[in-house]
């Protein structure tokens, strides 16, 4: 941009008019400001109610961009895929593998093989041995 500078000065004063916002004082707060004693260095005391104002418009404009940031986080979350994994014994995806319903049968079914092995007994008694084969 190649401006002159009061073509510059223009321009910031139409941005410095534009940019107020509310949270400033207004034209007539300004009237009942009083010369203060105690300011120095160009730099200005407040009174407590326009101090007070300042800080509650500091607050609120913090408030809200945390209510924004908070919102796109969510967002990020909701927009996020849920990994679903399948019941590992019937393959469903409708409950998790400890509320399968066919476990009690698996269970059974284990069950009575454990069962069988364990009452095999050989017979010792046999005059023949291991090897025989009737065939």
């Known amino acids: 941009m190649s401006k002159n500078p ?20 207004n034209a007539r707060e300004v009237g009942r ?12 005391v407040l009174n407590e109610d326009i101090d007070m104002k300042a800080k509650v418009a ?7 961009k945390l209510e924004i940031k908070k919102i796109q986080e969510v967002q990020a979350i909701s927009e996020t ?15 998790l593998v400890e509320e399968c319903p066919t476990i009690p049968a698996v269970r059974e ?3 009575d093989q454990a069962n069988v092995i ?18």
């Open 81 to 95: 895929p849920v990994q679903v994994m399948p019941c590992s014994i019937c393959q469903s995806y409708e409950h």
């Open 33 to 44: 400001m009083k010369s203060q004693p105690n300011a120095k260095g160009g730099m200005y």
């Open 58 to 64: 500091a607050m609120a404009r913090r408030l809200k």
């Open 6 to 25: 009061e073509e510059a000065m223009d321009f910031l004063s139409y941005v410095v008019e534009v940019s107020r916002g509310w949270d400033e004082p």
């Open 109 to 111: 079914i284990f069950g």
């Open 118 to 135: 364990g009452q095999f007994k050989p017979n010792n008694n046999a005059s023949y041995g291991n090897t025989y084969n009737s065939n």
